[in-house]
């Protein structure tokens, strides 16, 4: 079993950044890839940016240039580095660890970027 905790999401104005974090606890040797999705009201959720035990980062193109995905193995941490924010950034953002049998997911962390 794993368990992923995020934290790190608040209300911020257009053009700023924020800094969502994700700890992973359990079974951590058996992650392969850990990553980041969203889903704003009345919209399924989306991948944002993932990243492979490897360090290999995938992006949606919508967030390409603006957030960076990071990880600490010594913490079992990884990180979205959220820079330019956009109204249309607003999300309920999960984190995500997969194994390979099944994925986890975190509770969710709310994102709100006013214009």
């Known amino acids: 079993q794993v368990q992923v905790v995020e934290s790190g999401g608040g209300l911020v104005q257009a053009g700023e950044s924020l800094r969502l974090s994700c700890a992973a606890s359990?079974?951590?040797?058996?992650?392969?890839?850990m990553g980041w999705y969203r889903q704003a009201p009345g919209k399924q959720r989306e991948p944002v940016a993932d990243?492979?035990?490897?360090?290999?980062?995938n992006y949606a193109d919508s967030v390409k240039g603006r957030f960076t995905i990071s990880r600490d193995n010594a913490k079992n941490s990884i990180y979205l580095q959220m820079n330019s924010l956009k109204p249309e950034d607003t999300a309920v953002y999960y984190c995500?660890?997969?194994?390979?049998?099944?994925?986890?997911w975190g509770q969710g962390t709310q994102v709100t970027v006013n214009s």
């Open positions: 995500r660890a997969r194994t390979a049998v099944r994925g986890y």
């Open positions: 359990g079974s951590i040797f058996s992650i392969n890839v």
């Open positions: 990243i492979t035990s490897g360090g290999s980062t």
